[in-house]
């Protein structure tokens, strides 16, 4: 049989062309709102990127005569139920890491009296977060990855995409930019994870919502390097920054490091959906 450079054996426009096409049709849409962005001396909102990005994952699903619900899971009763799972397994994520560093005096915490101001504002920031990242990393491309390559070399190519595009972010220098990379690289893995056990995006889209909205909105740490007003203002002791994270966030902290490892590992214990 001649092998079609195109086609599969099912006569279907191979999954590598599929990926090309996504990001060609994702440039289209970005570039002319990049352009537009530095002709205002801004950049592109947070919102937009997600609606660029819900736009090109869209048009390939479609292009390729899929159903959305393979894409992002059917919308029903069990799909919510997994977008609150997730965000309850965010939280924790946060909140864990921060209960070791406050028992052991590392860190404490002020009230920020224009904190409450601020949780909308971080509301629709981390939930647009939320909506592009796990569209860009667990969505389409990612699919396309799997029915290729096979879910662990799309787990490993995407959490390598995904640490690509945090490398250069604030504060990524020294202890803490090994601990940081570490912690978003497995990240990525939990996150893929997540939607390999559930053929969902809810749970993916609540684990990143909380995990970014706990740790910035309310508890006030750095996201990502990204600093972040929230409800609480962190107050560090002289612990070093690969312990606690710094300023960076908790993503770059050892007990952040140690919970985003647990977590994983009972995932991945998790029975998948059929």
């Known amino acids: 049989m001649t092998f079609n450079l195109f086609l599969n054996s099912e006569r279907q426009l191979r999954n590598g062309w599929w990926i090309l096409i996504f990001f060609l049709v994702l440039a289209g849409f970005l570039l002319p709102a990049m352009v537009t962005a ?3 001396n801004g950049g592109v909102s947070i919102g937009l990127q997600a609606v660029i990005v819900t736009l090109a994952s869209l048009l390939c699903q479609f292009g390729r005569r899929k159903p959305l619900a393979e894409l992002t899971g059917k919308f029903n009763t069990r799909w919510l139920q997994e977008l609150c799972l997730g965000g309850l397994i965010g939280s ?3 909140l864990l890491p921060v209960l070791i560093l406050g028992i052991f005096g590392w860190v404490h915490w002020q009230w920020n009296p224009e904190g409450v101001s601020t949780l909308s504002s971080n509301l629709l920031l981390f939930a647009g977060v939320a909506i592009a990242e ?11 990855l799997i029915a290729g390559l096979g879910q662990w070399s799309a787990q490993i190519i995407i959490a390598a995409f995904f640490l690509l595009t945090h490398l250069n972010n604030p504060g990524m220098t020294g202890s803490v930019k090994v601990m940081a990379s570490i912690n978003i690289f497995l990240a990525s893995i939990l996150f893929g994870l997540a939607f390999i056990q559930t053929k969902s995006l809810a749970m993916p889209l609540g684990l990143h919502f909380m995990a970014n909205f706990v740790q910035g909105g309310v508890l006030g740490f750095g996201v990502s390097g990204a600093e972040q007003p929230g409800l609480l203002i962190p107050v560090f002791s002289d ?3 690969w312990l606690t994270g710094g300023q960076f966030g908790l993503e770059a902290s050892l007990p952040g490091l140690l ?3 647990i977590t994983l590992l009972l995932l991945y214990t998790r029975k998948q959906k059929n």
């Open 92 to 94: 924790a994520l946060m």
């Open 38 to 40: 530095q002709e205002n």
């Open 134 to 144: 796990e569209l860009l990393f667990r969505g389409f491309v990612f699919q396309r």
């Open 259 to 261: 919970c985003v490892v």
């Open 239 to 241: 612990a070093p920054a």
